[in-house]
């Protein structure tokens, strides 16, 4: 830990589902409970955050009301009220206001505001510090005018497994949704959201049918786009070879199933999961948007591919499936690289913005 100030931090987070701002909240209370801060976490009391956060030890505390917060908040004495969601930011304004504490919003999302003047008096006026989790991000902040020095880039990480998974492990994950062993498996994990982009993989899988008989694709996770109409006539077209298990807890076992991940997103801030399977040495293909272009190498962790094309998608993943020598230096190389997005990083650079906003003698905002 950087000096011998010991924190109290409370996180707010208002997702009614565990995505990936929820892994990554609860990765970062871990990491920053190791490094001996005290934590609170706030979060709707039917969130499956509350479980998994009670589970890893930390203090929960089910969302009221604003004036309960801010009890809550001054009555415990914290230092820092960091929001992990836009909606969290305004209630964290709002409860912790006139109370000597730093409040720091994150910033997850890349896409443009509709209201820019908002967003930048929103994220320059009632915070101390953004942290945003791209290059990307950043830049979407600073064409909406927030001062480039309000915001700190500080990337999502990751815990980087020690060992990747061997050949029972992989026929074992195989087995379990019913995979050849000797199949090129397709796989993608996240909220089934329009900018997510299952159909564009779903509508590459279909052009790949007879190019690459042999692949298999499994595109986990729930939401809303699952179920509509499109996403459920293209499953049809594209039986026997595509799969939709739902929301899978254990990645780990689906990560091990795998020749490659695929990122086909229409927006994507950063692209957490990406990174998740380039730690399990899988290649990635990727939209050329945000974040992800940050993160993966082209022609050599991956390829970066045109966004919303089907086409384009599958004569990457065609060409992935057609040199297993390539795909497996790719996998070295993704392994590597995800070894610099490790989460001890992402810890120790959001502690190190914490102390430096509580060393200001400024107590409103920076900005003015």
Known sequence: MLGALILRIVHIDTGQDFRGGQHLLLSLARGL??????QAIVCPPDSPLVERAANEELQVMPFGTVGKLRSYIKDERFDIVHAHDAKAQTISFHASLGLPVRRVASRQVAFTPRHPLIHRLKYSRTTHGVIANSQSVRQVLIAAGVPDSHIEVIAPGVEIPKELPNSDARAKARAHWGLLN?????????????????????????????????????????????????????????????????????????????????????SEAWGLTALHAMSF?????????????????????????????????????????????????????????????????????????????LASPTSPPLAT
């Open 33 to 38: 409970k190791q490094r001996g801060h005290a």
């Open 182 to 266: 000797e199949g090129f498996v397709i796989g993608h994990a996240g909220a089934f959201t329009h900018e997510k982009g299952q159909d564009v993989a779903v509508e590459a899988a279909i052009l790949l049918a007879t190019r690459v008989p042999r692949a298999r694709m499994l595109l986990a996770g729930d939401g809303p786009e699952r179920s509509k109409s499109r996403m459920v006539e293209l499953a049809r077209q594209a039986s026997g070879m595509v799969q939709l298990p739902g929301f899978i807890q254990d990645l780990d076992e689906f990560y091990a199933a795998l020749d490659l991940f695929i990122m086909p997103s229409r």
């Open 281 to 357: 040495g899988l290649p990635v293909i990727a939209s050329n948007v945000g974040g992800l272009s940050e993160l993966v190498e082209q022609s050599k962790t991956g390829w970066l591919v045109e966004p919303e094309s089907p086409a384009a998608l599958a004569d990457a993943i065609l060409e992935a499936a057609s040199d297993p020598r390539r795909l497996c230096e790719f996998g070295r190389n993704a392994r590597e690289r995800a070894s610099q997005f490790s989460i001890e990083l992402t810890v120790e650079q959001t502690e190190r913005l914490y102390l430096r906003l």
